[in-house]
T-cell receptor, first 113, second 113 residues
Framework: ETGVTQSPTHLIKTRGQQVTLRCSSQ?????VSWYQQALGQGPQFIFQ???????GRGNFPPRFSGLQFPNYSSELNVNALELDDSALYLC????????????FGPGTRLTVL | DAKTTQPNSMESNEEEPVHLPCNHS???????IHWYRQLPSQGPEYVIH???SNVNNRMASLAIAEDRKSSTLILHRATLRDAAVYYC??????????????FGKGTLLTVNP
């Protein structure tokens, strides 16, 4: 148990729809990162938030967006869903003064039909 | 980001030591070597990290070659619970970078009873 929770656990959407995934970080952690993991692949970095500001972004289009709230929880929003967006979405939290240890949640499994 | 090379899979027997290799011949002086593992149906879990010296913690040991072009994760006594995908990751610690992790495909470790 890492103390990082994600909701929902599973989600089914159709192509073109929009989805919001949520992450509650571990207590005391002010940094949240989001990753996409396709089947059989390692996680791929989407973006990171530090104290409510985006702090780096991976190679993902603008229809992937995020937010971090004052309590350091976070949301990942994906617009205009495509079939290839089907994946496990992971969030990871860490402390600003100890960034090397990232604590991952169990993920949200998104299926796009 | 500098790349790492790991075997696709390895097998071990329960209660025996396991040495998981990682090659990173293009590592730079500011790259930290991180290991994470991902158990089935879970998010990745931090194992250990280091820069130049060998490191030990309650989970594992990290042996880093003198030229830093390779490293080995050592599990001293494998248990069935250690069956997972193990990721060797280089993280750039030069000033201004965010703390993203760039995962490869990792090594699938099977532990036989």
């Amino acid at each position: 148990e890492t103390g990082v929770t994600q909701s929902p656990t599973h989600l089914i959407k159709t192509r073109g729809q929009q989805v919001t995934l949520r992450c509650s970080s571990q207590s005391g952690h002010n940094t949240v990162s989001w990753y996409q993991q396709a089947l059989g692949q390692g996680p791929q970095f989407i973006f990171q938030y530090y104290r409510e500001e985006e702090n780096g972004r991976g190679n993902f289009p603008p229809r992937f967006s995020g937010l971090q709230f004052p309590n350091y929880s976070s949301e990942l929003n994906v617009n205009a869903l495509e079939l290839d967006d089907s994946a496990l979405y992971l969030c990871a939290s860490s402390r600003g003064d100890s960034p090397d240890t990232q604590y991952f949640g169990p993920g949200t499994r998104l299926t796009v039909l | 980001d500098a790349k790492t090379t790991q075997p696709n899979s390895m097998e071990s027997n329960e209660e025996e030591p396991v040495h998981l290799p990682c090659n990173h011949s293009t590592i730079s002086g500011t790259d930290y070597i991180h290991w994470y593992r991902q158990l089935p149906s879970q998010g990745p879990e931090y194992v250990i990290h280091g820069l130049t010296s060998n490191v030990n913690n309650r989970m594992a040991s990290l042996a880093i070659a003198e030229d830093r072009k390779s490293s080995t994760l050592i599990l001293h006594r494998a248990t069935l619970r250690d069956a997972a995908v193990y990721y060797c990751i280089l993280r750039d610690d030069s000033g201004g970078s965010n703390y993203k992790l760039t995962f490869g495909k990792g090594t699938l470790l099977t532990v036989n009873p």
